[in-house]
């Protein structure tokens, strides 16, 4: 009924249709997240400060404390260590948080926050 070309045709697009709904539904993994959602202002290298501080070892450090980053005095007057928990409350809520930080985003889905988290956890 159809040649052979045509057959060949319409099974690599359904094949390739199914690969990419297969590759949409996978969701994105910490690193991704990271570079879609923060990398425009921040970078996991370490001296390299963008519009936000490098985030390099960012766990069990001083909030504040990045050599070469003008901070808010309010989050550097905040007093806390980053750890999972902080870094959650800060990235849902950054200005409740820290009343007068700098930082001002539109929060991640929490299931995103976790995998950015993870991510820059894994940096260690």
């Known amino acids: 009924?159809?040649?052979?070309?045509?057959k060949s045709a319409i099974i690599a697009l359904v094949l390739s249709s199914a690969a990419g709904l297969s590759a949409a539904q996978t969701p994105p993994n910490g690193e991704t997240l990271f570079r879609q959602r923060c990398g425009s202002c921040h970078t996991v290298q370490a001296g390299q400060n963008?519009?936000?501080?490098?985030?390099?070892?960012?766990?069990?450090r001083r909030a504040g404390a990045v050599a070469g980053y003008s901070y808010s005095p309010a989050l550097t007057a905040w007093g806390q260590n980053w750890t999972a928990v902080n870094l959650e409350r800060y990235v849902a809520g950054a200005r409740?948080?820290?009343?007068?930080?700098?930082m001002s985003i539109v929060a991640p889905p929490p299931?995103?926050?976790?995998?950015?988290i993870r991510y820059l956890q894994s940096l260690r």
Request: proline residues 10%; without cysteine; charged residues 15%.
């Open 111 to 116: 299931a995103q926050r976790t995998e950015i």
């Open 50 to 60: 963008r519009v936000g501080p490098s985030l390099h070892g960012v766990f069990g």
């Open 96 to 102: 409740a948080t820290v009343p007068g930080t700098k």
């Open 1 to 6: 009924m159809y040649p052979s070309f045509l």
